[in-house]
């Protein structure tokens, strides 16, 4: 629903709605949507206009179930230049029925409208501190407590100094100050702002005073030539992590299990500077990983060369090429589930020069292939320290459940989560998948086919169908 404004209230109407919304538990902008919305379907019209001094609130009207049911986030937009994400980041959470209300600060709005976030949030943006018509109410006391959780994003490092110094000289940080629920800072800013001793003090004390970060992640800044760590977190990382603090999963199926997973692609060397590598983004096993880990598994992540941050609470290892994933695997062995999401590559070449190939009159240099270990297969087939249960996965552009069914045959593993990453759906990279899950019931191979999801969702159902798995062989 669009924002609401109200001018020329009289201060008997406006104490009205002060006591009335106070006494409900909702802000004065939400108190007079209901006071409409009983109106419109069919409540008492009120019969006389409430006198000074003796104030009557009525019972109050619950909201749509369906509304009501949903939490709802103040989003703060900060003004650094990853701004432009927060738009994302909006409809991200709104994929996830989370209501959004957002803060600009006055940077920010160099970089995104309010009129662009109002669009997307489907509420009111908020960009004034001596804003008239929503200070009447104290409108930063309400955005900072009428929520479940303030998210900052990007937080930058100047707002990040603010707030740990306890500052409130705009909107922004007026709210945050004013603040008596949950914080989820997005941090982004260059990678020398980010090591800078003054910064890594400021997010020292803001963890100490609870507040929580997510990112930032490593990778090339907006600047032309500067990379590191600093980039903040992709909107749907930040979503993923905003939607657990909102809705923690309290049960912890997978405790005291130990969980092996492998992500992302592997880059086999051709000489210095040339690899052979495919497209994976390593963002379906980072998800399962981040899955599992709060379904309360001891999660080991081996990840090929991927720009994403290392997930919290799980021991990331991280290696370059299919033998030494393979080395890494066996390494971590024995576990519970093993979990092959990594799109492994299936050649290198058999001899890598030591100095950079040239071209030659007669041309390119041939290059010898040779076929890498075959990880899924190699850990499935042991005779000692097999996972009770090992999971592959079978990416194919085409023939998928076909290919899939000979894969799972061939590799002797429990399970083949299947998907199609033919270019036209944009699994490659991007943050959705739709995945087929071959299973066994006697001799017959079972299709179970899931309907369109983010990785994140394909995480949390994998897992869970892991859990009852597990909890069942033990």
């Known amino acids: 629903m669009a924002s609401l404004t109200i001018r020329k209230l009289d201060d008997t109407l406006k104490a009205y709605l002060r006591l009335r919304s106070a006494r409900n538990g909702r802000s004065v902008e939400e108190e007079i949507r209901v006071i409409l919305r009983d109106l419109a379907e069919g409540g008492p019209e009120p019969t006389e206009t409430p006198a000074a001094g003796s104030v009557t609130v009525t019972a109050p009207v619950p909201r749509a179930a369906s509304v009501a049911s949903e939490p709802r986030i103040t989003l703060i937009i900060g003004g650094g230049i990853a701004a432009y994400k927060a738009l994302d980041l909006i409809r991200r959470l709104k994929e996830r029925h989370i209501q ?3 803060v600009l600060t006055r940077a920010a709005q160099q970089f995104v409208t309010p009129l662009a ?4 949030s489907h509420e009111r943006v908020y960009t004034d501190l001596f804003d008239a018509e929503s200070e009447f109410d104290a409108g930063h006391i309400r955005l900072a407590r009428d929520c479940d959780l303030i998210v900052v ?3 930058t490092a100047d707002l990040m100094a603010k707030m740990a110094q306890g500052h409130a000289d705009d909107l922004a940080t007026a709210t945050l100050l004013a603040a008596n629920r949950p914080i989820l800072l997005a941090p982004a800013m260059n990678p020398l702002m980010w090591n800078n001793p003054a910064t890594r003090r400021n997010v020292l004390q803001l963890r100490r005073d609870g507040v929580h970060t997510v990112g930032p992640n490593a990778g090339e800044m907006a600047e032309a030539g500067e990379a590191g760590i600093g980039r903040m977190a992709e909107p749907v990382e930040i979503a993923a992590a905003a939607d657990r603090m909102l809705r923690p999963l309290l049960p912890r199926p997978l405790a005291g299990k130990r969980v092996l997973i492998t992500a992302g692609p592997t880059h086999e060397a051709i000489d210095p500077v040339r690899y052979i590598a495919n497209r994976s983004s390593g963002k379906q096993g980072f998800a399962i990983a981040a899955a599992a880990r709060a379904a309360g598994a001891e999660v080991v992540l081996v990840t090929g060369p991927v720009e994403l941050g290392d997930p919290q609470g799980i021991s990331v290892m991280r290696v370059e090429s299919a033998r030494d994933m393979l080395h890494r695997v066996e390494a971590a062995l024995p576990v519970d589930v093993a979990i092959f999401a990594a799109a492994v590559a299936d050649w290198r070449v058999a001899s890598e020069g030591s100095q950079k190939l040239k071209k030659t009159a007669a041309g390119m240099p041939p290059l010898q292939l040779v076929e890498n270990p075959d990880i899924l297969a190699t850990i499935s087939r042991l005779k000692e320290k097999r996972p009770p249960l090992v999971i592959g996965f ?3 552009t085409e023939h998928l459940i076909e290919n899939a069914k000979a894969k799972f045959a061939r590799k002797g593993c429990d399970w083949i989560v299947a998907n199609d990453v033919s270019p036209a759906t944009g699994v490659m990279g991007g943050d959705r998948n739709t995945v087929h899950l071959l299973s066994r019931e006697g001799k017959e191979v079972t299709v179970d086919s899931w309907p369109v999801m983010t990785k994140e969702e394909v ?9 009852r798995a597990v909890g069942t062989a033990s």
């Open 394 to 396: 079978a990416a194919e």
């Open 100 to 102: 959004v209300r957002c």
């Open 117 to 120: 976030a109002s669009a997307l």
């Open 153 to 155: 994003a990007p937080a």
């Open 459 to 467: 995480a949390t159902a994998l897992v869970s169908r892991i859990a």
